[in-house]
T-cell receptor
């Protein structure tokens, strides 16, 4: 079964500390993975996707097929990074996007 | 702002009542989706539609119904068969399928009276 797991409901760090939000997936094919972010009182929006291999707002994510992971990382957290983060998997079945449970990131001053 | 619009922002349902949540997009997107967001459970797919007059059940379709008569509109009806309807409902659209970026609406909070 296709599944996305984000093991941490809440991650709290201090400003300037490194951040890693974990995402593990279960999928038999070649996955397409995404990170979406929801800032307070804003809409859910795409942060980055693995095929783009881009860095957005200092965040990066590398697909590790051996560990079936797509962890989101940032070397120095900022207070404005506080938000809800969702990892998502496209299972290539008619466009279904499967989301993880979400991790709330809190960056303290 | 344009894009994808959900209404109303808040909705209350009485026992045995059907209610309909509106979702409209002006992005000319082919695909549209309905997700339910519950605390600690993330987003779960209710229904999705790749083209007009066609839609598929998601993971939690029971107690819900949809229609896709127009490209820009994808209303969701929460029927009386849905025993736990209180949740935050998100509509989304994309150019085609899930390979492309999803654009989300601002959501509708449904509560039971």
């Amino acid at each position: 079964a296709q599944r996305v797991t984000q093991p941490e409901k809440l991650l709290s760090v201090f400003k300037g500390a490194p951040v890693e939000l974990k995402c593990n997936y279960s999928y038999s094919g070649s996955p397409e993975l995404f990170w979406y972010v929801q800032y307070s009182r804003q809409r859910l929006q795409l942060l980055l996707r693995h095929i783009s291999r881009e860095s957005i707002k200092g965040f990066t994510a590398d697909l590790n097929k051996g560990e079936t992971s797509f962890h989101l990382k940032k070397p120095f957290a900022q207070e404005e990074d506080s938000a809800m983060y969702y990892c998502a998997l496209n299972n290539n079945q008619g466009g279904k996007l499967i989301f993880g449970q979400g991790t709330e990131l809190s960056v303290k001053p | 702002d344009g894009g994808i619009t959900q209404s109303p922002k808040y909705l209350f349902r009485k026992e045995g009542q059907n209610v309909t949540l509106s979702c409209e997009q002006n992005l000319n997107h082919d695909a549209m989706y309905w997700y339910r967001q519950d605390p600690g459970q993330g987003l779960r797919l209710i229904y999705y539609s790749q083209i007009v007059n066609d839609f598929q059940k998601g993971d939690i379709a029971e107690g819900y119904s949809v229609s896709r008569e127009k490209k820009e509109s994808f209303p969701l009806t929460v029927t009386s068969a849905q025993k736990n309807p209180t949740a935050f409902y998100l509509c989304a659209s994309s150019i085609a399928g899930g390979r492309e970026k999803l654009f989300f609406g601002s959501g509708t909070q449904l509560s039971v009276l």
